[in-house]
DNA sequence: CTGTTAGCGCTTTCAC
DNA sequence: GTGAAAGCGCTAACAG
């Protein structure tokens, strides 16, 4: 830096306010300056940087499983925006382990860490995790929430409603005049189970349908588990005429599970799954999907959690998921 | 630090040393340092740390396209292998630009990361790329390749043997008594599409089959555009009665096509994939499969990458792939 | 708008 | 086996 400060003529701090402030140079003698950056090659050290401002200019995303498209979409999202401001991402994956995120949540803010985007369906809520929560907004380190879980704690939230996600899947089906439309999935391991059931449950009373009559496929939100479940309702007293799968995985098993019953061809079983992902376009029969855009809702998660760290303004919010139409439910 | 040092009656170098250095310290000091660091609840200052010791405990993760399966699971594995040995990683999505790769090749190094893992199949070899990578080897920043190109330019390569992908799958096909059998893929961005068409051309000489009679359906690496191609081999002069798909994208565009011609029951023409990821098996179909472990694969890239970053000695190595029976290619 | 100054928290010779 | 001392490269008051 120094090299840099006298090939410009300047000192080193006039240096490091072309790169921090740049509006605080004269016009000149930042162009001098750049022009010596140039020269030289000069790149800011930021290790050095880091432990002088305190700031590392690095976020931690940590998701349930990054092996899941829907977690992997949402990290490429996240990665772009993040590059785009200037911020690293570190990837951290939890691997559905709740004691890894305690442990994460606790050494990130100490490692350095701007901010943390935590996404994941899983439930979460332990008291560890609470506190270490607050504790990384007291040692200002920016915590984002993707989840609806523990809404309260952190300064910043970002969730999809999961309960318009089963609404609006279960009702699209019903106005098709399919009875009965089953949930499959909602396994207690995830917290947007019981959203979901919400919703499902909201459309079919809206639709006449009593609760009596709806069909909750409890199982496990794996493709095996969904595939075994699914059989069970194809060969159980009443056949449903369409299904929501919770996830794309729990879609998955399903479609498996039809296929198999020779009942693959779209216009028999309806399905919808709870997640708009790429795949769903590359299967066949193309899946019909209720979500959010990811890439849109990752990008915004990223610029949130960014703007609470720089100090300006950032809003929380709650996005509204949309029908993806498909095949899978075509009539 | 200092706090701690006081608290075990000791000076900051031991302290210091405690962590670095462990076995340079005596059991009793140790274990009084230990316990004033857990009682204050001490934490390393990483920022400093990598200031002053030139390291940063970090490795880059550059993947073609972190939304492909077979990144996010590769991904998995090297962040679990990279956490397990104290280093965290940093999430680079390449998005299969060129451009954005030479410039996180030029930054990383001086960013401070201890070493770069770049996994993609796209071609990259352009002048920029190897200086980069030159430069970030002069710079002790360790480069491990994840891709047949460039060998010879970084300290080391852990590459899948795409000859022998390709050549296994065809054999596979082969030794069905199928015949044609086409390889489906291989368009120009992909430096893996030689090698496969290699192999391919490698198992149809072997079965006595002249290259005049293989069939090589070139087309890009996307769902869309396979399927596209399928249809066109299906209502050619000589439909196949196999086919060998470059990618799992490749893979479900096949499929689609195999559907739509009602031809998507295993049993009638055989599709086996030129990469092992988890959704083989969530398909129906379940799609036979040549490839590598990603897990294990990952590990391994991220245990070599920080061998050679701590010195010990690290081994390039080539993977040899297997066969993953399934139904899509069923007899 | 720019320079001076004083560290950020740690590692690492070099003595002892 | 341990301590003293000298910075790593940068930023942020504070003057001017």
């Known amino acids: 830096m120094l090299d840099v400060a006298r090939a410009a003529g300047v000192s080193r701090a006039t240096v490091s306010r072309v790169f921090t402030a740049p509006s605080s140079v004269a016009e000149e003698t930042r162009t001098k300056v750049m022009d010596a950056v140039a020269q030289l090659n000069y790149v800011l050290n930021s290790a050095a940087r880091s432990l002088r401002s305190g700031r590392s200019n690095t976020i931690a995303l940590l998701v349930g499983d990054i092996a899941q498209p829907f977690h992997s979409q949402l990290a490429k999202a996240v990665a ?15 691997d559905h382990s709740i004691t890894r995120l305690e442990r994460l949540l606790e050494s990130l803010p100490l490692q350095g860490v701007d901010g943390v985007i935590l996404a994941t369906g899983d439930d979460i809520d332990t008291d560890a995790v609470r506190a270490a929560i607050r504790e990384a907004e007291e ?31 279960t009702k699209h089906l019903l106005d098709q005049e399919r009875w009965p439309v089953a949930l499959l999935g909602g396994g207690a391991s995830s917290v947007l189970s019981p959203l979901l059931k919400q919703g499902y449950l909201r459309a079919c009373s809206e639709a006449g349908r009593s609760e009596a009559d709806a069909i909750l496929a409890v199982t496990e939100y794996s493709t095996d588990a969904a595939r075994a479940a699914t059989q069970g309702l194809l060969s159980g007293p009443v056949r449903p005429e369409g299904i929501v799968a919770s996830s794309v995985s729990v879609a998955l098993g399903a479609m498996s599970a039809l296929a198999d019953a020779g009942l693959g061809t779209p216009g028999q079983i309806g399905l919808v799954a709870c997640e708009e992902v790429l795949l769903a376009e590359q299967l066949r029969p193309r899946l019909t999907t209720v979500g959010t855009k990811l890439d849109l809702q990752g990008a915004a998660m990223a610029d949130a959690l960014i703007d609470a ?7 929380s919010r709650d996005w509204v998921p949309q029908l993806n139409l498909r095949e899978s439910s075509a009539r």
């Open 80 to 94: 772009h925006a993040a590059e785009g401001r200037g911020y690293s991402v570190l990837l951290c994956d939890l």
């Open 309 to 315: 760290i720089q100090g300006n303004s950032a809003e």
């Open 139 to 169: 040692r200002d380190t920016k915590v984002l929430l993707g989840t609806p879980q523990l809404a309260g704690i952190a300064t910043l939230v970002m969730t999809t409603d999961y309960e318009s996600v089963a609404y609006q899947a």
